[in-house]
């Protein structure tokens, strides 16, 4: 369920990143909270890369209301983001297969 919420948020994300100066690709992506009662607001975090899949790596954090404020799809209620080394990148990823 995790990976089917991520992926129909993928064009969400994207478009978050863009405004938030990050024109990237992302992948990894996980869900960290989940609070509310429509509205929901979801924590999230997403490994952005440049090239094919290459460094340097972004780990970026963003909290995102759903649906968001005065009608929209959704509100940007945080957004952070940092480089991350290539040791960093691999703790990230060590997370189980889904089946």
Do not use: C, W
Request: charge should be negative; hydrophobic fraction near 30%.
């Amino acid at each position: 369920m995790e990976r089917a919420f991520l992926r129909s948020l993928g064009e969400t994300i994207l478009d978050i990143m863009s405004k938030h100066g990050d024109n990237q690709l992302f992948e990894y992506g996980r869900i960290e909270k989940i609070s509310g009662n429509d509205p929901y607001d979801v924590s999230l975090r997403v490994i952005g890369f440049e090239g094919a899949h290459n460094p340097p790596y972004k780990l970026i954090r963003m909290t995102i209301r759903i649906p968001g404020d005065k009608d929209a799809n959704y509100s940007v209620l945080s957004y952070s983001h940092r480089p991350i080394s290539d040791k960093e990148f691999d703790k990230l990823t060590e997370y189980p297969a889904y089946d």
